[in-house]
């Protein structure tokens, strides 16, 4: 039982499960992603298409209808219903008028498809009782179609702010944390604990360092999604560019708290992408984070890349001012000030 073959086959099987970082990846990381999947898209009945009414003569009614068909409606001024379906807020909006009633959606949009099948077998089942006491909807109840196709509605609008906070998490957490553990493994921090510098400085050139280089960055990434798929921005330039370096001061300081006692690139590897996973899993990057049961959402709310996400959507595609988010970088601010204060009581330069 000593041939060289398996003594170094053993030899390979216990470096490897002597790796609690290994060890996760290969087994609990793909776990957690199909338990995470599995409840964001699980089997079950689709949630009741939110569809607006246009105020105008009938919608009262029109409305009333179309809840007790078991949809999501409300009756909104017809400039309100527009807004809303250019910010992805309602699949479609229904309007009376004087021959019937019209549908404007984006054709484009699978769940506005859907949303106007809903609206149109709930009218056509509404004709048909009204019919039995000889009566009929207004003009006959005849339909017609207005496709529209307004950047800040689509896919790729969504997407691009959520990539947007993807890489201000993986540049905060791996261009600090990762540079730090490397930095005390070539055993670069002893050597410069030795000179006459403050302590405090040097964290916060990391940090400095960090949201400098992360602007060109996002600027390249915005300009590629303005110029290659018309993504709109709304809002003010300076207060996207707010957002941006809030958000990447929050996950340079989580970065920072996790190389404060990590000794190995390994370990600081996977404690970044363990704290990366809820990111890509709960907080709207790729899909809406209202697909997690509401037991959840408060803990999805507390996550920094939720509020980083969002923020950056409320601006480019609502136009949202500073009030209005404030709330939103006071979190990633706090998560940003806790994760420094913390570091700087625990971190190892040894």
């Not at 009376?96 to 709930?122: K, Q």
């Not at 009782?129 to 000889?134: I, K, P």
């Not at 950047?151 to 702010?161: A, M, V």
């Not at 060109?216 to 300009?223: G, I, K, Q, S, W």
């Amino acid at each position: 039982m000593n041939h060289p073959l398996l003594q170094l086959f053993l030899a390979r099987l216990r470096e490897f499960y002597r790796e609690p970082e290994a060890i996760f990846w290969v087994y609990g990381f793909p776990l957690i992603l199909a338990v995470g999947l599995g409840f964001a898209f699980r089997d079950h009945k689709p949630e009741p298409a939110q569809v607006d009414v246009a105020d105008a003569p009938g919608a009262v009614e029109l409305c009333e209808h179309l809840k007790s068909a078991g949809l999501v409606a409300e009756v909104k001024p017809v400039d309100e219903c527009r807004q809303r379906l250019r910010t992805g807020k309602t699949a479609l909006f229904v309007e009376p008028t004087d021959d019937g009633f019209r549908y404007v959606y984006d054709e484009a949009r699978p769940e506005a498809l859907a949303a106007r099948n809903e609206v149109e077998a709930a009218l056509l089942r509404w004709k048909a009782g009204l019919a039995v006491e000889g009566h009929d909807l207004p003009g006959g109840g005849s339909t017609t179609d207005e496709p529209v196709s307004e950047p800040g509605s689509r896919y790729i609008d969504f997407l691009i702010p959520g990539l947007m906070g993807l890489n201000v998490m993986g540049g905060g957490l791996f261009g600090v944390g990762f540079a730090l553990v490397d930095m005390r493994v070539r055993k670069l921090l002893k050597r410069l604990l030795a000179t006459p510098m403050r302590r405090s400085h040097f964290m916060l050139s990391i940090l400095l360092t960090r949201l400098i280089m992360l602007l060109p960055e996002m600027a390249l990434l915005l300009l590629v999604a303005r110029l290659g798929f018309g993504v709109p921005l709304r809002g003010n330039p300076l207060l996207l560019v707010l957002i941006i370096l809030v958000g990447t001061f929050a996950f340079a300081g989580i970065g920072l708290l996790l190389a404060s006692r990590t000794d190995k690139t390994e370990t600081i590897s996977g404690l970044i992408n363990l704290v990366m996973l809820p990111g890509w899993l709960l907080s709207g990057t790729f899909f809406s984070a209202k697909r997690f049961p509401e037991a959840v959402q408060p803990v999805i709310q507390a996550l920094p890349l939720t509020q980083l996400n969002d923020a950056l959507r409320e601006v480019m595609l609502e136009g949202a001012t500073a009030p209005r988010v404030a709330w939103r970088l006071a979190v990633l601010a706090a998560w940003g000030g806790a994760g420094f204060l913390l570091a700087m009581r625990w971190f190892r330069w040894q």
